[in-house]
């Protein structure tokens, strides 16, 4: 079983910047792909940011690419998702999510790829 715990979210400005933490336990985190969503409400989930296990092939959702970096930290079983240039459409409850095949490029957009979720975290951007 894999744990996911989601930190970082807050209020902050248009244009302003956080970096959200997905802290994975559980399992052996390396062979993971690990993925990022979030859902607004009255809204689908959404796909935003995914990083394979090897290579680590990297895929953005277009409306995030230039803003958001996803990257991992294996040895502290930890993905993150640095986001700058924050708009208001970005305000949504973010949440991470784990892939235990490692993941491919082109798999990394859907969610039901991943087996794991974790509960989220909020963020809101004021404009």
């Known amino acids: 079983q894999v744990q996911l715990v989601e930190s970082g979210g807050g209020l902050v400005q248009a244009g302003g910047s956080l970096r959200l933490s997905c802290a994975a336990s559980?399992?052996?985190?390396?062979?993971?792909?690990m993925g990022w969503f979030r859902q607004a409400p009255g809204k689908e989930r959404e796909f935003v940011a995914g990083?394979?296990?090897?290579?680590?092939?990297?895929y953005y959702t277009d409306s995030v690419k230039g803003r958001f970096t996803i990257s991992r930290e294996n040895a502290k079983s930890t993905v993150y998702l640095q986001m700058n240039s924050l708009k208001p459409e970005d305000t949504a409850v973010y949440l991470c999510?784990?892939?235990?095949?490692?993941?491919?490029?082109?798999?990394?957009?859907?969610?039901?790829?991943?087996?794991?979720w974790g509960q989220g975290t909020q963020v809101t951007v004021s404009s």
């Open positions: 999510a784990a892939d235990t095949s490692g993941g491919v490029m082109g798999g990394l957009r859907f969610r039901n790829n991943y087996e794991y």
């Open positions: 559980g399992g052996t985190f390396s062979r993971y792909a």
């Open positions: 990083i394979t296990s090897s290579g680590p092939y990297i």
